[in-house]
């Protein structure tokens, strides 16, 4: 089958994300306040991932309102919130940046430029208000040193296509996960491919699949530490925060190359708890927020990486074989992609 293929319509992107699979568990943050300030809603928090349960239990600490975090991914967020349109049950959203241009396309966010955002650069942040980045991550490899049966540290995307790691490697479901879809254009602009050409992304990822790799749906890191997955592509402040927790884990930015990548926020059209919401955007941006955010190795968006972290993480040279694209595009590309991924790949 030819890796070249226009891209559906906004329809079927609608139609296509509907079907994704939706989690709506929230869970309080340990701790938390029984919420005299009421209550915030946010969908695609998970506490494991980066240092989300930290920021909302900051965000209750400092507010009294009650911040669960909630298990989904960006896709499974992006489903729920049009399932929900006509009766919201989320305040605030949080994907990858290549879900953008669709949560605005299906009407699901509403305009607001939290306070302190302005400072965002103007690429990071859609120009009508509708959801601004609040941090960004690379694509990396997070390696548990102590399951890879002697094999080496991988340093690239070939080497995981040797025998020596079979069944060792695992990324998140690139039709659900931003995470994995970044990870799947990542490997493909690495080996020379582009958003016209597939084609090097997904042979590769058969390479994978073909030597045993694994997918999950949602955040995986803790397979990392039980040594079930040894090797996930994932993002670099999940592999560290890994690190500090005590696992013997490296982080490694593949040496063909790789891709850094924006997350985003927004408030809900027609969220039930809108001035909570308001404030917690408001908190993601202020310093204590881009602190908290950045002290789980997510790199904020206003200001640089503290000093003390900054000598936690790779060297910035190793960050040089991260590169940008135009997530707007990106983001337009992913039907077409998760039609290309489900038909040639497919687990």
């Not at 920021?55 to 009650?66: K, M, N, Q």
């Amino acid at each position: 089958m030819s890796h070249r293929r226009t891209a559906l319509t906004g329809a079927a992107v609608t139609l296509s994300v509907l079907a994704l699979a939706s989690c709506g568990n929230v869970d309080a943050p340990p701790g938390s306040a029984s919420g005299d300030g009421g209550v915030v809603i946010t969908y695609n928090s998970p506490s494991e991932w980066g240092n989300y349960g930290e920021v909302l239990r900051a965000f209750t600490e400092e507010t009294g309102v009650t911040a669960p975090n909630d298990p989904k991914n960006s896709g499974q967020a992006l489903a729920a919130l049009q399932a929900e349109k006509g009766s919201p049950v989320a305040d605030v959203a949080y994907t990858g940046i290549a879900f953008g241009e669709q949560l605005v396309e299906a009407g699901v966010l509403q305009e607001y430029v939290p306070e302190g955002a302005d400072q965002v650069p103007d690429e990071l942040r859609d120009p009508d208000g509708a959801w601004t980045s609040v941090h960004t991550g690379t694509i990396a490899f997070i390696v548990n040193e102590d399951h890879l049966d002697g094999a080496p540290v991988p340093r690239g995307w070939d080497d995981l296509l040797d025998p020596a790691y079979e069944g060792k490697v695992g990324y998140l479901d690139p039709t659900q996960a931003a995470v994995g879809y970044s990870a799947a254009t990542a490997v493909n602009v690495a080996l020379g491919g582009d958003f016209d050409d597939w084609g090097p992304g997904l042979d590769y990822l058969n390479g994978l699949k073909d030597n045993g790799a694994s997918t999950s749906a949602q955040t995986a890191t803790a397979k990392v530490a039980q040594g079930e997955i040894p090797i996930l592509i994932d993002t670099d402040f999940n592999g560290y925060k890994l690190r500090d927790e005590g696992a013997n884990v490296s982080v490694v930015i593949p040496e063909e190359g790789s891709l850094q990548i924006p997350y985003i926020v927004g408030l809900v059209e027609g969220a039930p708890n809108e001035d909570n919401g308001r404030a917690l955007l408001d908190f993601y941006f202020s310093e204590r927020g881009q602190g908290l955010f950045a002290a789980g190795y997510m790199r904020p968006v206003i200001g640089e990486m503290p000093d003390e972290l900054a000598d936690k993480v790779l060297p910035p040279e190793e960050y040089e074989r991260a590169t940008t694209v135009d997530y707007v595009e990106q983001g337009q590309r992913q039907q077409e992609f998760i039609e290309l991924y489900q038909d040639e790949v497919g687990f």
